[in-house]
């Protein structure tokens, strides 16, 4: 990664203007006023911005959903009811009529225009159009049925972010089966640990993959799983390095190519299938045990993405949507569905470094990315670097940087408006795996202020729970993310869970009839949220909850620290925090650094967040969606095993905290 010297952010840090305001002609004619003016003609009510939209649409949930269904034109019979049982969490069902195939709404558009755009680590490209993705999706379908495929079948992939893995996802779910997928770089027991519990009719995957200027095969992991997966019928090959020799191909398997040879494009017989039909499988990250199999349904998952995509992100046809994420992790399953705004998907698979930090905006620059999203950590890399995006890049087309994964820290705001774009819609966003979208996220109606996520997500109750359970006011501190009514992409169920306990205890069994979320979050003065971390894992010294994105805001100002990672250790009857740094490369942790890092927390948080030791380590474990894992770090320190190994992109970091002396002292 090219280093360059970073002078201060242009405009940055004012807590009493936001850094972003949309201009008055940019919220004319956004989808989202329109949708406003629908619900205004339609209901008979004034709404003269974002909060009073967003009041609609929890007080008048089962309307909301309904004209989010009908604005944006989704494929299918809604049915009469729109709401069942809606004072039941877990319980309330959404059109329970409804009769719907999610596949057809991602396909409805087949011209010549480009659905996919595709770029590699070796800088190969390919372009699919909208009639040619449609044409090989119904050759797909056809292999796939003809190989045992129907409805409620499962279709696992072991794949890159690349054209073929959207293919088959479309394939799988236009017949009303079941599409799973995780990135090509699990090992053998995170695939079986997640496929295994599936129980898969056919097997994808790819032969290779790069990453980081290197070639990987896959082939001996392919091997290895296969016989774990019961009920297996066929293997599916995709090439993609294809440096591997015919002969070396699985036992049972056969190549992409030659499964789908013998059928010619024809009109798909999409299976409409009633609104809560399991679409897709997504896994926990499995970091605190075997991964829980979580199922989300066809209606719910294509409603709340058209409404994430059309109103909140502004995403319209012929936009250019750009996601850097893997197969493994919800955001892909996300990026996809932007196929039914009639959106190009920008697809890139390899390292955001490979060979520097520009790869990922050259390729934005290249073909007029519309929408760059990415992760937390990947912009924070960026400002610890000094890259000055900005200055080499037109980014012109870009209106939207969608941030998420974890926590955005309020000098990664400044650094994106002082040296990627200064007038572009920032949205910081975050909801997760458990409903396949997000709680809380942007808007281009409403202002940009610095460290805080714009607001709640339309239709989804938000709220801010003290531990009793009572609402914490804007502005009065953070407390638990909640969600007080339902909505449609909560899951259908937990795979293997019979009865539900599982579910009801993952999200019910805090407060009864309210989800909780399990992320510690404020409620800003601005209508704003801001996300200090996971609720277990927080820090609690002294018996005071603290949020570790609190910490990790101030150590990482520093230049002498690339990354952090703080935990709470049982200690002499209480909790002591222990932060670990990752040092910029020629830097020492001495003891001037060590006091001047907790004055630092000391001033910017409080006493309460300054650490009890700061040690240096070289790496952080992170799972393989690059989110930093505060609780494995904490099993090691205590001489606890990590439940899942597998579930870390770099296993091998645990090993820097075993026994550290420090930490008997």
Not at 19 to 46: D, M, Y
Not at 52 to 71: E, G, I, P
């Amino acid at each position: 990664m090219t280093a360059q010297t970073l002078s201060s952010a242009p405009g940055a840090a004012s807590v009493t203007q936001p850094l972003w305001k949309p201009s008055a002609a940019l919220v004319e004619g956004s989808v989202i006023n329109s949708f406003r003016a629908h619900i205004e003609n339609t209901h008979q009510c004034t709404l003269p911005d974002y909060q009073a939209l967003w009041q609609w649409s929890v007080d008048h949930t089962d309307l909301f959903w309904s004209d989010v269904w009908d604005f944006c034109g989704v494929i299918g019979d809604k049915g009469d009811i729109l709401l069942d049982n809606p004072d039941r969490m877990p319980g309330a069902a959404f059109f329970p009529q409804a009769r719907l195939n999610f596949a057809e709404n991602l396909l409805r558009r087949r011209d010549d225009a480009p659905a996919i755009i595709f770029r590699d680590e070796q800088k190969r490209e390919r372009i699919l159009s909208f009639a040619a993705l449609y044409d090989l999706v119904s050759r797909w379908a056809q292999a796939l049925k003809e190989a045992g495929v129907g409805e409620g079948d499962r279709v696992a992939a072991c794949m890159p972010n690349m054209p073929e893995t959207i293919i088959a996802m479309l394939a799988t779910t236009s017949l009303g089966a079941i599409w799973s997928s995780a990135s090509p770089d699990f090992g053998v027991q995170g695939l079986v640990d997640r496929f295994g519990q599936i129980e898969p009719t056919v097997f994808i995957a790819v032969d290779g993959y790069y990453y980081n200027g290197k070639t990987l095969s896959c082939l001996d992991k392919i091997r290895d799983v296969q016989p774990q997966l019961k009920n297996l019928r066929k293997t599916v090959i995709v090439g993609f390095t294809n440096e591997n020799p015919a002969d070396a191909m699985p036992a049972q398997s056969v190549t992409a190519d030659d499964f789908i040879a013998p059928y010619a494009a024809q009109e798909i017989a999409f299976n409409r299938v009633p609104f809560n039909q399991p679409l897709l499988i997504m896994f926990s990250s499995g970091t605190t045990g075997i991964p829980k199999c979580i199922v989300h349904g066809h209606g719910g998952t294509l409603l709340q993405h058209l409404k994430e995509h059309r109103l909140q992100c502004d995403i319209r046809r012929n936009d250019r949507v750009f996601y850097f994420t893997t197969c493994g992790w919800m955001m892909w399953n996300w990026l996809a569905s932007a196929l039914a705004s009639e959106a190009t998907l920008l697809l890139y698979d390899g390292s955001p470094f490979y060979p520097d930090g520009h790869i990922l905006w050259d390729y934005t620059a290249t073909h007029g990315c519309t929408l760059f999203g990415t992760a937390a950590k990947y912009i924070d890399a960026l400002k610890a670097h000094k890259m000055k995006i900005g200055q080499h890049h037109d980014l012109s087309t870009v209106r939207t940087i969608a941030s998420t994964g974890s926590p955005l820290v309020h000098e990664s705001f400044d650094y994106v408006y002082g040296h990627i774009k200064q007038d572009v819609h920032l949205a910081s966003i975050s909801g997760g795996t458990d409903i396949v979208s997000c709680f809380v996220l942007g808007n281009v109606m409403s202002p940009v202020w610095r460290g805080e996520i714009q607001g709640a997500g339309l239709g989804m109750a938000i709220a801010v729970f003290d531990e009793q359970g009572a609402p914490v006011p804007p502005g009065a501190g953070a407390g638990e993310l909640v969600c007080t009514k339902p909505f449609p992409c909560m899951p259908v169920m937990f795979w293997n869970d019979e009865g539900g306990r599982k579910y009801h205890d993952a999200y019910f069994g805090r407060f009864d009839n309210i989800w909780c979320h399990g992320d510690w979050i404020e409620r800003t003065v601005h209508g704003g949220f801001i996300i200090h971390g996971r609720s277990d894992a927080t820090l609690n010294p002294g018996g005071v909850r603290i949020g570790t994105a609190e910490i990790y805001r101030q150590v990482e100002q520093f230049d002498d620290v690339l990354e952090s990672i703080a935990v709470g250790q049982s200690w002499d009857n209480d909790v002591r925090v222990i932060l670990f740094v990752v040092l910029a490369q020629g830097r020492t942790l001495t003891d001037d650094l060590k006091d001047r890092i907790k004055k630092a927390i000391r001033a910017g948080a409080s006493p309460r967040h300054v650490p009890a030791r700061i040690i240096a380590v070289a790496d952080i474990p992170r799972t393989k969606s690059n989110k930093i894992t505060e609780i494995a770090v904490r099993d090691v320190i205590h001489g606890r095993p990590v439940k899942n190994v597998e579930a870390l992109a770099n296993p091998q970091a645990l090993a820097l905290y075993e026994n550290l002396p420090e930490l008997q002292e």
